[in-house]
C-alpha cells in the first residue's frame, strides 16, 4: 500500500470511530496522516503546545465528544504534568498519537534521549500504548479506540519515523 493509501485509510478509520476533533502539534512524521485527515470533514486544529492540544481534548470529553492528539515524543514528556494530574486521576480516555523521534531512521541527536525513554514513561503513567504496525494499522487503530473508552483511560499509538517513510 502506497504512502497516500495508508495515511488516507488511517485518517478514515480514525474518523469512522466517531472522533470528530483532532488537536495536533506539528510533526514531519506525522505529516501525511494529518495531511488526509484536513481533507475530511473533521475539525482539525493546530495547537503550539502539546500540553494545551490535552487540555483541550479533556474539554471536548466533558462535552460528549471524542478528541485525538498528535505530538512529537518530546511534546509528550512535555505534557506529563497535564496527563499525570489531569487525564490519569480523571480517567479521561484521550487518544494520543505519538510519533517516535529518536528511533529508527531518525538518528538525530537531540531526538535520542526521548526515543529511548518515551516507552517507559507511558508504562510509569500506566498509560497503555502500541507501535502501530504497517501489517495491522487497522486493528491497532480499534485496540487504541477499545481500550481508550473500555478501560476510561489515556492510550497511545506509536509511530516510528519509518512508517511514513520519513527521512530527515
Known amino acids: 500500500m502506497n504512502l497516500y493509501n ?4 488511517i485518517a478514515e478509520g480514525l474518523v469512522s470511530k466517531g472522533n470528530k476533533f ?3 502539534t ?4 506525522l505529516a501525511p496522516l494529518l495531511n488526509c485527515l484536513e481533507k475530511t470533514e473533521s475539525v482539525i486544529t493546530y495547537i503550539p503546545r502539546e500540553d494545551n492540544a490535552i487540555a483541550i481534548a479533556c474539554g471536548v ?3 460528549g465528544e471524542r478528541a485525538i492528539v498528535f505530538m512529537q515524543n518530546s ?3 512535555q505534557s506529563i504534568n497535564v496527563l499525570a494530574s489531569l487525564v490519569i486521576p480523571y480517567c479521561i480516555p484521550i487518544q494520543l498519537i505519538i510519533s517516535m523521534r529518536g528511533t529508527g531512521v531518525d538518528n538525530t541527536l537531540e531526538n535520542k534521549v526521548m526515543g529511548n525513554i518515551t516507552e517507559k514513561l507511558l508504562r ?3 498509560i497503555d500504548y502500541r ?4 501489517d495491522s494499522f487497522e486493528d491497532d487503530i480499534q485496540w487504541m479506540h477499545e ?3 473500555l478501560n476510561k483511560k489515556a492510550t497511545a499509538l506509536l509511530v516510528t519515523p519509518d512508517f511514513f517513510d520519513w527521512s530527515k
Not at 495508508?6 to 485509510?9: A, D, E, F, L, V
Not at 507501535?131 to 504497517?134: A, D, E, L, V
Open 6 to 9: 495508508k495515511s488516507r485509510c
Open 22 to 24: 483532532f488537536f495536533a
Open 26 to 29: 506539528p510533526c514531519g512524521v
Open 61 to 63: 470529553f466533558t462535552k
Open 75 to 77: 511534546g509528550f514528556a
Open 124 to 126: 510509569d503513567l500506566s
Open 131 to 134: 507501535i502501530i504496525q504497517k
Open 147 to 149: 481500550n481508550s473508552l
